[in-house]
């Protein structure tokens, strides 16, 4: 009898033991703007060569949104074209989170140009489409091979991304075997 008992509890104890073991596996890091901002001020400010002229983005500041559940990053952007005279202003990014298992380093996907001031205006509005695709590749290709942080936590190693949320203004990354 005392068999049998031992024989139907072993499974529930073993069943308990892994759902314990999984959360004692889980490991938690909150990111803050600040800290994006903080990484982010190593990396720039960042210069592309056009075909005509050159791109400069510096002094980048980030935002969490939560609403949206996505990161915003504002920094000046300057325009240096020839025959022209160098345009200075802003440009506000935004894209969801991934992180790069390998190099332990978090990027934007699909970022997209909300809002592209120059000259104290929004040109956004009166470029043609043609325009906005150009404005937008260029940065896209800028911000893709441009981490906005890399989590030094050695305790990460070897677990793998379970989750990446917003919550409280923060970054959540949550991993785990």
């Known amino acids: 009898m005392k068999k049998i008992y031992f024989l139907l509890i072993l499974p529930l104890v073993f069943a308990i033991s892994c759902v314990r073991q999984e959360s004692l596996t889980s490991y938690s890091v909150e990111i803050t703007p600040n800290m994006i901002d903080n990484y982010l ?3 720039f400010p960042i210069e592309k060569k056009l075909k005509i002229g050159k791109l400069i983005l510096k002094d980048p500041e980030a935002q969490i949104e939560q609403k949206e559940d996505k990161v915003k990053l504002g ?4 325009l240096k074209l020839p025959f022209v005279s160098k345009q200075t202003g ?8 991934a992180f790069n298992q390998k190099t332990k380093e978090l990027y934007l996907v699909n970022p997209s140009i909300e809002k592209l001031v120059l000259n ?5 509005k009166y470029l043609p489409s043609e325009g906005k695709q150009m404005i937008s590749d260029v940065v896209k290709e800028v911000l893709s091979q441009v981490a906005i942080y890399k989590v030094d936590d050695k305790s990460i190693t070897g677990k793998l991304v379970k989750d990446i949320k917003i919550q409280n203004g923060k970054l959540l990354i949550t991993f785990g075997l």
């Open 41 to 43: 001020k190593k990396e």
């Open 75 to 78: 920094t000046t952007i300057v």
């Open 120 to 124: 104290n205006s929004n040109i956004l």
């Open 90 to 97: 802003k440009v506000y990014i935004s894209g969801k989170v």
